[in-house]
């Protein structure tokens, strides 16, 4: 019983520290191709002029991913980014993130 639950615990580490370091494995020089059409709300550089409009520069990739995802899946909703995430496949995500993230 013991050894069974010191190799819960391992596998629930090892889940945990795939999901933290993010894994996402995106091309950032894609991404910032991509990126043109974001520049106008986020900022050329990540860092938005608006008060209503989220800095992406420096942020985590696997939560620029999740966000990204969710705006395209409704599960979060805005009037402005929804729209513009539609269209996004998964590799252009981890694209996006990769070069957001690395600013
Ligand atoms: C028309 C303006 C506009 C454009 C263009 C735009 N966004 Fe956004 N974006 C927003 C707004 C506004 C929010 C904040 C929405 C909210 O308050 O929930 C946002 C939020 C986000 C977030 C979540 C940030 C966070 O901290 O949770 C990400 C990621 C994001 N945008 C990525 C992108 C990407 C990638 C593109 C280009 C494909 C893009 N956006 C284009 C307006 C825009």
Excluded: E
Excluded at 33 to 44: L, V, Y
Excluded at 85 to 90: E, G, I, T, V, Y
């Amino acid at each position: 019983m013991k050894k069974f639950v010191a190799i819960a615990n391992a596998a629930a580490i090892a889940v945990a520290m795939t999901f933290s370091t993010g894994a996402v494995a995106g091309d950032a020089a894609a991404g910032k191709a991509k990126a043109a059409t974001c520049a106008g709300c986020h900022g050329a550089a990540g860092v938005s002029n608006n008060p209503m409009w989220p800095n992406l520069a420096g942020q985590k990739a696997g939560y620029l991913v999740k966000q990204m995802k969710a705006f395209k899946d409704g599960s979060r909703k805005d009037p402005m980014m929804s729209p513009m995430a539609a269209p996004l496949s998964d590799a252009d995500m981890d694209n996006l993130a990769a070069f957001y993230s690395g600013l």
